[in-house]
């Protein structure tokens, strides 16, 4: 699995590579930038790696402007913000910029080693504290959008299935397990509910289904 890094830190950025080194035989760190401006750079002019990871706070361009920008180009590019920050504005900035995971950086290598594995099996990884925001957010978010007329958006049955599977956090393979269908179909499925609902991950998707009563 190719990995990149966004991290504006020499140190951090020099802890996190050394560290991956354990799983060699599993992940490759193939660039190193040292802002959002060379991120994106990189993967316009390169082949595009598998995942990024994406620190917030870095000069030139922001990691969330730069997650934006990536995924607007490259929405099948993975990227898990990898920072320090958890507050619920950069959070959910993150989030509709297209970001597939948020985990800490004070989380165990193995734990983000994990999260690099899931979000390529269709996961959204995120540290514990994040998560709970996340559905605080998302709550809150539907709880704005009360009084406004349901869209349902021409989804099918199977697909707001699917997207209930999506709101618990399920990857391909447990949505597939739970529903008796094949994570190829599983995959499919999803990319028609992007294609419906406009969105770029699963967060997304959670969210406007949520705000639109599709799901509860």
């Keep these: 699995m190719r990995v990149a890094i966004a991290e504006d830190n020499d140190y951090l950025a020099k802890s996190i590579i050394e ?3 354990i799983f060699k035989e599993k992940f490759e760190i193939v660039h190193r930038a040292k802002n959002g401006k060379e991120i994106v750079d990189y993967v316009l002019n390169n082949p595009q790696p598998d995942v990024i990871l994406m ?7 922001d990691g969330i402007k730069a997650t934006e920008l990536i995924n607007s180009a490259f929405p099948e590019l993975k990227i898990i913000i990898l920072t320090v920050f958890d507050d619920d504005e950069k959070l959910f900035n993150a989030i509709l910029a297209g970001a597939s995971g948020y ?10 080693a994990e999260g690099i594995e899931l979000v390529l099996n269709g996961g959204a990884p995120m540290s ?8 605080n957010l998302l709550k809150n978010s539907a709880q704005s959008t009360n009084n406004q007329g349901v869209n349902d958006f021409n989804l099918s049955r199977r ?14 393979n447990k949505t597939a397990e739970k529903l008796f269908i094949s994570p190829f179909t599983v ?4 990319e028609n509910i992007y294609r419906k ?3 770029n991950n699963k967060i997304q998707a959670v969210q406007k289904a949520l705000q639109n009563k599709i799901i509860r």
């Design 103 to 112: 985990l800490l950086k004070d989380e165990p290598i193995g734990k983000i």
């Design 19 to 21: 560290k991956f080194s």
């Design 187 to 190: 995959r499919k499925h999803i």
């Design 55 to 61: 620190d917030i706070e870095m000069p030139e361009l």
């Design 159 to 172: 697909e707001i299935e699917i997207l209930e599977c999506l709101k618990f956090g399920y990857d391909y």
């Design 128 to 135: 514990a504290t994040i998560a709970s925001k996340t559905l």
């Design 197 to 199: 609902l406009q969105v």
